[in-house]
């Protein structure tokens, strides 16, 4: 009897990781975000595509670390978001650039508060140069 209740048991379980999968997999959303990064102390302005209730704000620089050897430099460390609209995320990148003024790296979300509290998303960055002290910071990926 218990054999057959454990199985049972299985099969309900398994029978729920089905039907929830696919919910799971659908709240993925894409998300594309711009960064004008200017190489000054000032917050740099960005506007989010496929983020409700943050489509634009500022962006200052957190904790980091910026490291330069000579083929390259790295920046890890953190970049936090402020929505216009209030609230706000810390997103954790890791990006390397050459001297030519580009960059390629990875990000994460790594906390939310606010009017997108509980955000959480992850993807790949790209760094165009835009002049001697600027860069177009595109972030593309998903989020929650």
């Not at 999968?21 to 711009?34: K, Y």
């Not at 955000?119 to 990926?141: A, F, P």
Request: charged fraction near 10%; proline fraction near 2%.
């Amino acid at each position: 009897m218990r054999k057959v209740a454990g199985l049972g048991f299985v099969a309900v379980v398994a029978a729920l990781l089905v039907a929830v999968a696919p919910v799971a997999a659908a709240a993925r959303t894409t998300v594309h975000m711009e960064v004008q990064t200017n190489f000054d102390p000032a917050d740099d302005p960005f506007t989010a595509d496929g983020i409700v209730g943050c489509s634009s704000g500022t962006v200052g620089n957190g904790n980091n670390t910026t490291n330069f050897t000579r083929m390259h430099g790295v920046f890890v460390g953190y970049k936090v978001f402020a929505c216009d609209g209030g609230g706000g995320f810390l997103v954790r990148l890791n990006a390397s650039f050459d001297y030519s003024g580009g960059s390629v790296g990875t990000w994460a979300i790594v906390d939310a508060w606010g009017t997108v509290a509980g955000l959480r998303g992850s993807g790949k960055l790209v760094g165009t140069s835009t002049g001697q002290s600027s860069i177009l910071d595109v972030y593309d990926g998903t989020i929650n």
